[in-house]
């Protein structure tokens, strides 16, 4: 159920229906659009009465909403979500594409400063690495844990680049809510309910990344999980889905990113390296990605991949994120995107990120 205000509609009226909703049992959430404003309701008592909110003053219809997800619906917000953070250019969402870029994992203080200094160089906001692996076999490198966190946090010191890195469980999202700007759910916790929930609590941004199976509604479903906790910054993205083919790791499937968009105000972004499992097929599956109007990438760098501990067959050579930040840079333009410029991610309480551009409207 969805109650639509009036476009005069003041807050106070805002604040008495979603009082009125709360005192029915069930859970209001207040969505500001640019035209109105509109009030989600969830809970789990089934229906609600619609006749007593129609009735009070600045609604202007209560509607039912047919589809499973309804927070991450364009019904509630036909604009995009913008997420973006205080003193740099990085955004999700907004004309810039969001470029996240690091090692699979944090595997010594020396390896992630060393490809950080790199991917922060070609242009990178964002520094991803992981601090908990989720790997197929428990004899494989786990993480560093809360030392890779700690690393990290350096990082976004010394370079100015924002954090994302993932949370396995309701333990190490404790701390990776402590250290991090975005936390990442991985695909094999994407139908994760508990620990979905439990970021939804959080005040951290997260990043949703596609189940190996997910259809587009379980994928969408995982971000209401989230977003009925009351956090709605959420960051969609597709890591490839399992299909027999055999070439690549994964199939990326492109064909999510517009079909997203069409349902969901919520940003999506791409990831090509578990995409493909091929680091000579991340740079073109991440121009395809662009050109097909992802809100961003994420991507794995490693300054000495043939050592790595983790995924080192799909990471990129630093030399090589620096050609494909160099061919993003020039397919952004065509569909009206941009990539923040070199160097300014940091660039505190400095306006020089925001550039002409205008993320296209969903189709
Ligand atoms: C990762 O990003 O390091 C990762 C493990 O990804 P996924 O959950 O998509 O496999
Ligand atoms: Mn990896």
């Known amino acids: 159920m969805l109650v639509v205000m009036q476009a005069h509609a003041t807050e106070e009226q805002v604040r008495a229906v979603c009082q009125k909703i709360e005192s029915l049992g069930y859970r209001a959430h207040p969505i500001p659009g640019a035209q109105r404003t509109a009030i989600g309701i969830t809970g789990n008592r089934g229906e609600v009465e619609a006749g007593t909110l129609e009735e009070m003053t600045g609604v202007q219809e209560v509607i039912r909403v047919s589809k499973p997800y309804k927070l991450v619906s364009r019904d509630v917000k036909e604009e995009n979500t913008l997420i973006s953070f205080p003193g740099t250019n990085a955004t ?5 594409l969001a470029i996240i870029a690091g090692p699979c994992a944090i595997e010594s203080r020396e390896q992630a400063f060393a490809v950080a200094e790199r991917v922060s160089r070609a242009g990178a906001q964002f520094f991803r690495g ?3 692996k989720p790997r197929t076999s428990p004899y494989s490198f786990q993480g560093l844990g809360e030392e890779a966190l700690r690393v990290m946090a350096d990082i976004r010191e010394k370079h100015g680049m924002k954090i994302v890195t993932e949370a396995i469980d309701n333990e190490s999202l404790e701390l990776v809510e402590e250290y991090a700007d975005v936390i990442q759910i991985g695909a094999r916790n994407m139908q994760n309910f508990s620990l979905l929930k439990r970021a939804g609590r959080s005040k951290k941004p997260v990043m949703v990344k596609r189940g190996m199976s ?4 379980e994928f969408l479903m ?8 009351g956090n709605y910054n959420v960051i969609l993205c597709e890591r490839g889905v399992r299909t027999f083919a055999d070439h690549t790791r994964n199939t990326l499937d492109l064909s999510i990113v517009p079909a997203v968009q069409r349902l969901s105000h919520l940003p999506i972004i791409v990831d090509p390296s578990h995409g493909t499992g091929k680091r000579n097929k991340v740079t073109p599956l991440s121009r395809a990605a662009v050109a097909v109007g992802a809100d961003g990438l994420i991507v794995e760098v490693h300054h000495d991949p043939d050592k790595a501990l983790s ?5 990129l050579y630093p030399e090589q994120f620096e050609e494909l930040m160099a061919q993003v840079r020039q397919i952004a333009p065509v569909v009206g995107r941009t990539v923040p410029a070199i160097g300014t991610h940091a660039a505190v309480g400095k306006t020089i990120g925001v550039q002409a551009g205008v993320r296209p409207a969903a189709s």
């Open 92 to 96: 999700f969402g907004g004309p810039g």
């Open 130 to 132: 992981g601090a908990y």
């Open 214 to 217: 997910a259809t587009l509604e």
């Open 222 to 229: 995982a971000a209401e999980y989230v977003m009925s906790e």
């Open 311 to 315: 995924d080192g067959i799909q990471s």
